[in-house]
């Protein structure tokens, strides 16, 4: 029995106003069929009225049945926006984390030696803070070390972009066509 209802039930959530359509008409033609049959006796206004005033209640119930059709549909398109959303945020939030790791690891790995040569070049200032040749190779290689910092902070900057562009990428196609 299951078997044989699962393929209607996918119909009428396929195509609901065919289905109320299908049982509209089914039921105007069973009313038709005994209307017909039982033609030949005199009838007033109200038996008329009675004969087929539930086609009229039938037809109410289809359009609810189809505004709450149309509901859930625009309910399940809300619910798995909200999923992608959700999954986009914690995509965003682990290579974030892994973003961060990694610039750490890379300032950890540039800044240390990095501050190391900027305090030696500093005693070698201090100490030799008359000869002018070595003051001006110090103010170049002190130049390349502001230059090296500069392009770590870029890059961390450039992936930070990259990963949010991707993402509203991701979030424009995740939106489902409105109902």
């Known amino acids: 029995m299951k078997k044989f209802l699962q393929p209607i039930w996918k119909l009428v959530n396929d195509y609901p106003a065919v289905a109320t359509a299908v049982v509209i008409y089914l039921y105007y033609l069973v009313t038709s069929l005994d209307f017909f049959e039982h033609a030949r006796e005199k009838k007033s206004l109200l038996d008329y009225v009675l004969q ?4 009229i209640w039938m037809w109410l119930a289809a359009a609810a049945f189809l505004q709450l059709q149309k509901y859930k549909k625009r309910q399940q398109q809300e619910t798995e926006k909200r999923m992608v959303y959700q999954h986009e945020i914690k995509l965003q939030q682990v290579q974030n984390d892994m973003l961060n790791d990694v610039t750490a690891l890379l300032q950890d ?21 008359t000869d002018e040749d070595l003051l001006r190779s110090l103010e170049s290689v002190e130049g390349a070390l502001r ?11 450039y992936e930070m972009q990259k990963m949010m562009k991707a993402s509203g990428e991701r979030m424009d196609t995740a939106d489902p066509a409105p109902i």
């Open 52 to 55: 087929f005033d539930s086609l």
């Open 109 to 129: 790995s540039i800044n240390n030696p990095l501050a190391i040569i900027s305090l030696k070049m500093q005693e070698m200032r201090r100490k030799f803070d």
């Open 147 to 157: 230059r090296i910092e500069h392009t770590v902070r870029d890059l961390k900057s």
